[in-house]
């Protein structure tokens, strides 16, 4: 994917987003899916929708018995959504993958039918994920309207080094299941990764509590390249929309390319 200068960035359309956050029902895949679909109905016209982390069961450590297999019932599903909105539609679900593996895998349903896939590089060892999943190998990059998109899971957030791609991302995106027990967390880096990298970030958590009795407070949020916020979902149920501009973000990294002076490293 190329390296888009300021000139070609700034004529790149606008992208909308829709980022739904809602409450889960607990391990049960067809009653979210049924949540969603009416959900869905008001994200048409957005080109990007996005759903929170285990968006078909809630955070589970239950992947044996909740795994879907590769282009189950859940993908399928979430295909059908892209291609009836005409949007590209994306969340994390439990998959088991060919190799037999157990991944904390996010979809990219295009609206062509045709499904990516990016699996959770960093397990939150705290609930014991890394027990049950097995961690995702490379760092994924998607074009939509040519705009680069950098999706990631919930605990990537808290490694930059995952995160850092100024030169080419446009869009890092975060899909989450964080406990209100550290919103704080959420909220302040969020903005640091937007600042460091010189785009725009968005972030898509779940409300209510899970069947193991945690709280999530929601703050699902989309901030512009100085790390200012965009769009503020605070604790609400819903679908919030936003625009993204990119002749905004082209503009600011001429004026201020700081990702001329990065430093380089390689991922281990």
Known sequence: ??????????????LELALIQTTLAWQD???????FAALLQQ???????????????????DSATLAE????????????QAQQLGAVTTGSLIIQAADGSYRNRLLW??????????????????????KHYRAGEQQVLLELKGWRVRPLICYDLRFPVWSRSAADTDLLLYTA?????????????????????LCYVAAVNRI??????????????????QGDSVLAAEAADG????????????AYRQRFPAHLDADGFQLS
Do not use: C
């Not at 299941?177 to 990298?197: D, F, G, K, S, T």
């Open 1 to 14: 994917m190329q390296n888009l200068s300021g000139a070609v960035l700034s004529q790149l359309p606008d």
């Open 29 to 35: 895949p067809v009653a979210n899916r049924a949540h």
């Open 43 to 61: 994200a048409r016209g957005a080109d990007l929708v996005v759903l929170p982390e285990m968006f078909s069961t809630g955070f589970s450590m």
């Open 69 to 80: 297999p590769e282009g189950g019932p859940s993908t399928q599903w979430l295909r059908e």
């Open 109 to 130: 349903a295009r609206p062509d039918g045709s499904v990516v896939h990016y699996d959770k590089r960093h397990l939150f060892r705290m609930a014991g994920e890394h």
């Open 177 to 197: 299941n964080w406990p209100a027990a550290r919103r704080q967390h959420w909220n302040r880096l969020l903005p640091a990764r937007a600042i460091e990298n």
């Open 208 to 225: 209510g509590e899970d069947g193991k009795g945690f709280a999530y407070s929601g703050d699902s949020q989309v901030l512009d390249f």
């Open 239 to 250: 679908v919030f929309r936003v625009t993204l501009k990119a002749a905004e973000l082209a």
